[in-house]
């Protein structure tokens, strides 16, 4: 078979590489007579050597000897690339689309959209979810993703939705209020610069905000604990 001839030629070509082989001389292949001169043959070798080693790990790979590495996936960090909406706003978002990733694997295909549309009173036909899904649907895997699912409110908040369309009623059911007024407000530069400063006051309020609620949860909890300390030493 020609696959077989080609792992046989790549086999000994590595060989002769590694110097546990000789090559065999050609004629009319002396330097400047219809051949390669000295200085071409060692990028050549290279060349060869590194599409060999290529074709090589493709055969092993459809043999099951080796394994095919994924791409490396770029980190996602809402916060960031979503800074229109405040923590609370996204939290919210994450909290809504863990709830209906019925299957735990980060995404909400075509059946979990289904359920999410009937629990929010507004089903949908199946064409209907098929579209909805292909408005945000940026890498065509045929499902949502948690970036893909915000999208969904970025474009709501911006009006790109009709408001006869499947994602503008499912925004508009969610009941998280994404009604928002971004940089494209601002009329002047300053303005611009000023909200930008205010968006990130807010964002360190936020945080703030965040970490007082957790540290006055641990205090109701020591005072409950105490409380309970005290009740149980009455009885003794």
């Known amino acids: 078979m020609a696959s077989d001839e080609l792992a046989s030629k790549l086999t000994r070509r590595l060989k002769i590489e590694e110097g546990a082989e000789e090559p065999v001389s050609r004629t009319g292949t002396q330097d400047g007579v219809g051949g390669r001169s000295e ?19 493709r055969t092993d790979i459809n043999d ?23 923590r609370k706003q996204i939290k919210d978002m994450e909290k809504m689309f863990k709830q209906y990733d019925a299957g735990k694997d980060g995404f909400i295909d075509l059946m979990e959209l289904k359920l999410m549309m009937e629990k929010l009173g507004a089903p949908q036909t199946h064409l209907g979810l098929k579209n909805m899904i292909k408005e945000v649907d940026e890498d065509f895997d045929g ?23 499947g994602l503008h009623v499912l925004a508009r059911l969610s009941e998280i209020d994404v009604s928002t007024e971004g ?24 945080i703030r905000q965040e970490q007082e609620e957790k540290k006055k949860e641990a205090e109701d909890k020591k005072q409950r604990q105490a409380a309970f300390k005290d009740l149980k030493s009455a009885f003794k």
Do not use: M
């Open 39 to 57: 200085e071409e043959k060692p990028s050549t070798a290279n060349a060869d050597s590194e599409l060999g080693a290529k074709l090589l790990r």
């Open 143 to 165: 499902k949502l993703s948690f970036r893909e699912f915000l999208l969904i409110f970025r474009k709501a908040a911006a009006g790109e939705l009709p408001e006869d369309s």
């Open 64 to 86: 099951g000897v080796a394994e095919h590495q994924q791409p490396s996936k770029k980190v996602f960090n809402p916060y960031t690339e979503f800074k229109e909406f405040s």
């Open 183 to 206: 940089v494209k407000g601002a009329k002047t530069f300053f303005e611009a610069k000023v909200h930008a400063i205010t968006e990130s006051n807010r964002f360190e309020a936020e």
